[in-house]
């Protein structure tokens, strides 16, 4: 089964670029499959990880970034591979 994991945060107004950097520096042990980030207006940044996993497998996560650099709580979804 193929799971999927989002996380997506909005940086405090300007920083954008920071929590993109941050992000994409953020490294996970083991690795994913397959790992996609992309940004968004209004300074988000959504990081996306594919795993060879059950759905409630435990799986390294991006953590919390630094509570100056986001506006809010991160958001986390996870998802599984449909037929």
């Avoid at 520096?25 to 059950?54: G, H, K, M, N, S």
């Avoid at 435990?58 to 100056?68: F, R, S, T, Y």
């Amino acid at each position: 089964m193929t799971v999927a994991l989002m996380w997506e945060a909005r940086a405090v107004d300007g920083r954008g670029e920071e929590l993109l950097a941050w992000a994409r520096a953020q490294e996970l042990e083991p690795p994913p499959l397959r790992r996609e980030t992309f940004r968004a207006p209004q300074d988000r940044v959504l990081v996306i990880t594919w795993w060879d996993a059950e759905f409630d497998a435990v799986l390294p996560e991006l953590p919390e970034p630094d509570g100056e650099l986001v506006s809010r709580a991160v958001h986390r979804w996870r998802f599984e591979t449909v037929g």
